[in-house]
C-alpha cells in the first residue's frame, strides 16, 4: 500500500496553467504505474493520464491531449501533472492513483488500489 498527497490545485482562468503535485510515501515508488483521474460535480471519476513506472510511457484521455503533461521523479517519490491551456471544463477535483495489478499503466480506475484525497482545480471563463 501506499499513502497519496496531492497539492498545486486552485482557482485559475480558462487559458491558464496549474501543475499538481502527488506526494507518496513507502519505499516502492518505482513499483506503481501511477495516474491522475478527475470527478466533476455530478459526474463519474474519469481517466485523465497515466504513466509508466519508467516514466517513458505515457498515456492521455483525449480531451487532455496536448494540453496536459504526466511526468514523474522517481528519487522525490512524486508525480506531477501540467495542465496548460486550461478550460472550464476541466474544472473538477483531481485524484492521483497508484496501481500495480498489471505489468502497463491502467486506463480504467480498477486498474488502482492506492488514491489521494484529491485536489480542487476550478477553471473560471
Known amino acids: 500500500q501506499v499513502q497519496l498527497v496531492e497539492s498545486g490545485g486552485g482557482l485559475v482562468q480558462a487559458g491558464g496553467s496549474l501543475r499538481l503535485s502527488c506526494a507518496a510515501s513507502?519505499?516502492?515508488?518505482?513499483?506503481?504505474?501511477m495516474g491522475w483521474f478527475r470527478q466533476a460535480p455530478g459526474k463519474e471519476r474519469e481517466f485523465v493520464s497515466t504513466i509508466s513506472r519508467s516514466g517513458l510511457s505515457t498515456y492521455y484521455a483525449d480531451s487532455v491531449k496536448g494540453r496536459f503533461t504526466i511526468s514523474r521523479d522517481n528519487a522525490k517519490k512524486t508525480l506531477y501533472l501540467q495542465m496548460n491551456s486550461l478550460k472550464p471544463e476541466d474544472t473538477a477535483v483531481y485524484y492521483c492513483a497508484a496501481g500495480r495489478s498489471q505489468s502497463s499503466p491502467a486506463v480504467v480506475r480498477s486498474g488502482y488500489a492506492d488514491w489521494g484525497q484529491g485536489t480542487q482545480v476550478t477553471v473560471s471563463s
Open positions: 513507502g519505499r516502492t515508488f518505482t513499483s506503481y504505474y
